[in-house]
């Protein structure tokens, strides 16, 4: 039972536009979610997150919505670049758990010139 | 600042053999934390190390143990090895129990032949 879902395992958009990453979750005891970023060859790095209390968190080109009614967020990237070219986990926690993170598959990223 | 390293980055056993993976944690982390990742899978929570002793345990047998060091290091032993252990093992460490980010190394990729 997948708890935490990434339906697309691949997205593609041109360099300057806007990438947009979706996730859903079935646990509605998840009250942390977090974002990590992987390149090839090297571990998921903490990208950005947001607690269960908010619906909005930014970090500068990075920003995360969270819609609790429909148990899903998103990863929006603007301007997206190359650079940005990676796969993008989903992650949750919490629910008395809280010392573990529940990760998606994954989505792999593509940024084109 | 010395960041989360792991070794062997890569390592071949055949079924039934023992393998132990190390990890060195983040200068001034006191959690550890062991994750799998199958191919095109996420990361897997394995189990969580605290001050030495195990915080936390995710949905693997009892021939998956781990230690904890005095100076925080860690090591994840996987006896009876079988086909489907094979998988990348991350280690992650953190300043605090309850998850928020996680520092990961880049892991160690064992093939069970």
């Known amino acids: 039972d997948q708890q935490v879902k990434q339906n697309s395992p691949s997205l593609s958009v041109q360099e300057g536009r806007i990438s947009i990453l979706n996730c859903d979750y079935t646990n509605s005891m998840f009250d942390y979610f977090l974002w990590y970023k992987k390149y090839p060859a090297e571990g998921p790095t903490f990208l950005i997150s947001i607690s269960s209390i908010k619906d909005k968190n930014e970090d500068g080109r990075f920003t995360v919505f969270l819609n609790k009614s429909a148990k899903h967020l998103s990863l929006h990237i603007v301007p997206s670049q190359p650079g940005d070219s990676a796969v993008y986990f989903c992650a949750a926690s919490g629910g008395g758990s809280n010392y573990k993170l529940t990760f998606g598959k994954g989505t792999l990223l593509t940024v084109n010139p | ?113």
């Open chain 2, 1 to 113: 600042e010395t960041g989360v390293t792991q070794s062997p980055t890569h390592l071949i056993k055949t079924r039934g053999q023992q393998v132990t993976l190390r990890c060195s944690s983040q200068s001034g982390h006191n959690t550890v934390s062991w994750y799998q990742q199958a191919l095109g899978q996420g990361p897997q929570f394995i189990f969580q190390y605290y001050r030495e002793e195990e915080n936390g345990r995710g949905n693997f047998p009892p021939r998956f143990s781990g230690l904890q060091f005095p100076n925080y290091s860690s090591e994840l032993n996987v006896n009876a090895l079988e086909l489907d252990d094979s998988a990348l093992y991350l280690c992650a460490s953190s300043i605090t129990r309850s998850t928020g980010e996680l520092f990961f190394g880049e892991g160690s990729r064992l093939t069970v032949l």
